[in-house]
C-alpha cells in the first residue's frame, strides 16, 4: 500500500473494528482527565526541616514552614517489583 492510499483511522462510529463500531467513543478519558487536574496536590519532603509539602503544579518551590527550597518528592507505597535478568 503507497502513502498517497493509506487514510488516517478516526473515531467515528461508522468504522470497521466490529459491529459495534468504536467502544470507547462516547466514554470520556478519566485517565488523561486524572492528569490534566491543574488542582491535584504532590507531597514533597523538605529537606532542611523534614515537614510534609504538599506542592501545587503553580506553587513556588518552597517548604511553607521553614522556606527551604530542596524538596524530595516521597516515594511511592506501591508495590513495585523489578525483574532482575
Given amino acids: 500500500m503507497s502513502r498517497e ?3 488516517v483511522p478516526t473515531g467515528s462510529q461508522g468504522n470497521s ?8 467513543a462516547g ?5 488523561a482527565a486524572e492528569f490534566r487536574d491543574d488542582n491535584a496536590l ?8 523534614g515537614s510534609h509539602t504538599p ?6 518551590i518552597r517548604c511553607k ?9 516521597e516515594r511511592t ?3 513495585i ?5
Wanted: hydrophobic content about 30%; aromatic content about 12%; glycine content about 12%.
Fill in 17 to 24: 473494528f466490529g459491529a459495534g463500531g468504536n467502544a470507547m
Fill in 5 to 7: 492510499g493509506y487514510t
Fill in 65 to 73: 514552614d521553614c522556606g527551604c527550597r530542596v524538596l524530595y518528592k
Fill in 27 to 31: 466514554k470520556p478519558n478519566s485517565f
Fill in 55 to 60: 506542592l501545587r503544579k503553580s506553587d513556588p
Fill in 42 to 49: 504532590m507531597k514533597y519532603l523538605c529537606g532542611d526541616c
Fill in 77 to 79: 507505597k506501591r508495590m
Fill in 81 to 85: 517489583q523489578f525483574e532482575a535478568r
